[in-house]
Nanobody
């Protein structure tokens, strides 16, 4: 059983940056695709970024290059670097991955609030 734990959220001013971390426990080994999602209040989660085990990335074009995703297998972590944050980025951010051909369960997420 593999679980993901999200961290790194917080309160940031518009234009600021945050780096979110998604840690696979006990290990990222044998995890294929890993996606980041965000969920606005009372809305469904939407996928915004993904990275394969080989490092191929996929980002929502609506982010206009503000976010980047990276993977560090030695640290069992996938990171989401978020720059030039906007109030519309305020949401709860989640990650999950594919383990043995199935998606892992949802974690608790990490809250990002962009506000002055």
């Amino acid at each position: 059983q593999v679980q993901f734990v999200e961290s790194g959220g917080g309160l940031v001013q518009p234009g600021g940056s945050l780096k979110l971390a998604c840690e696979a426990r006990p290990s990222i080994t044998n995890i294929g695709l890993i996606n980041w999602y965000r969920q606005y209040s009372n809305q469904a989660r939407e996928m915004i970024a993904g990275i394969t085990s080989g490092g191929t990335t996929n980002l929502d074009p609506r982010l206009n290059g503000r976010f980047t995703i990276s993977r560090d297998n030695a640290k069992n972590t996938v990171s989401l670097q978020m720059n030039n944050l906007k109030p519309t980025d305020t949401a709860v951010y989640y990650c999950r991955g594919v383990f043995e051909k199935q998606w892992t369960s949802w974690g608790q997420g990490t809250q990002v609030i962009v506000s002055s």
